[in-house]
T-cell receptor, first 120, second 109 residues
Framework: DAGVTQSPTHLIKTRGQQVTLRCSPK?????VSWYQQALGQGPQFIFQ???????QRGNFPDRFSGHQFPNYSSELNVNALLLGDSALYLC???????????????????FGPGTRLTVT | GIQVEQSPPDLILQEGANSTLRCNFSDSVNNLQWFHQNPWGQLINLFYIPSGTKQNGRLSATTVATERYSLLYISSSQTTDSGVYFC???????????FGTGTKLQVIP
């Protein structure tokens, strides 16, 4: 099992440009979540995809959008890049199921190595 | 949203020492994970522990969900334990995940 993979590893873009980051989940996992981690900070939740739909979104503007494909892989798109978008972008995959208490949700998350985006 | 505070924020240990890291959260959750982030940014799973106690080698964790905290114990610390430790919580269902503020650990020889 290859685990969660992300591409590219590093990326340098110019302010105003658009970028697409890619994530392949761990085998058997159906949910993908994306996070932004600025230097010295903890990861911040961007959004989460299940069954090709965005299920939950954090406090990020519409410039951040995503997609999930039938094979559960996912893309993160950022438009009109700002200097403040420079960060490590992390993808996590997890299986879903019925949790204690009967509610349907995520189990353990597994993270990819991240894509380091620099905006100049 | 849920607030997650970790303590201490920074910790320096001599190799071989033991330590306890704490994660407090402001509301009821039914999922919690501990991670170790290495210097290259990779988040490594330590424990998925919504409640109870788990052990894995020199590491163990306890979550008391009713009192809204979790503890990570590191025994006989090694230099390779250095890095940042995060807890992350989420409520059941498709809820956004909230990471804690992190504890930066440095183990010196």
């Amino acid at each position: 099992d290859a685990g969660v993979t992300q591409s590219p590893t590093h990326l340098i873009k110019t302010r105003g440009q658009q970028v697409t980051l890619r994530c392949s989940p761990k085998s058997g996992h159906d949910t993908v979540s994306w996070y932004q981690q600025a230097l010295g900070q903890g990861p911040q939740f961007i959004f989460q995809y299940y069954e090709e739909e965005e299920r939950q979104r954090g406090n990020f503007p519409d410039r951040f959008s995503g997609h999930q494909f039938p094979n559960y892989s996912s893309e993160l798109n950022v438009n009109a890049l700002l200097l403040g978008d420079s960060a490590l972008y992390l993808c996590a995959s997890s299986p879903t199921g019925r949790l204690a208490g009967g509610v349907w949700g995520l189990y353990e998350q597994y993270f990819g190595p991240g894509t380091r985006l620099t905006v100049t | 949203g849920i607030q997650v505070e970790q303590s201490p924020p920074d910790l320096i240990l001599q190799e071989g020492a033991n330590s306890t890291l704490r994660c407090n959260f402001s509301d009821s959750v039914n999922n919690l994970q501990w991670f170790h982030q290495n210097p290259w940014g990779q988040l490594i799973n330590l424990f998925y522990i919504p409640s109870g106690t788990k052990q894995n080698g020199r590491l163990s964790a306890t979550t008391v969900a009713t009192e809204r905290y979790s503890l990570l114990y590191i025994s006989s610390s090694q230099t390779t334990d250095s890095g940042v430790y995060f807890c992350a919580v989420w409520v059941g269902g498709y809820q956004k995940v909230t990471f804690g503020t992190g504890t930066k650990l440095q183990v010196i020889p």
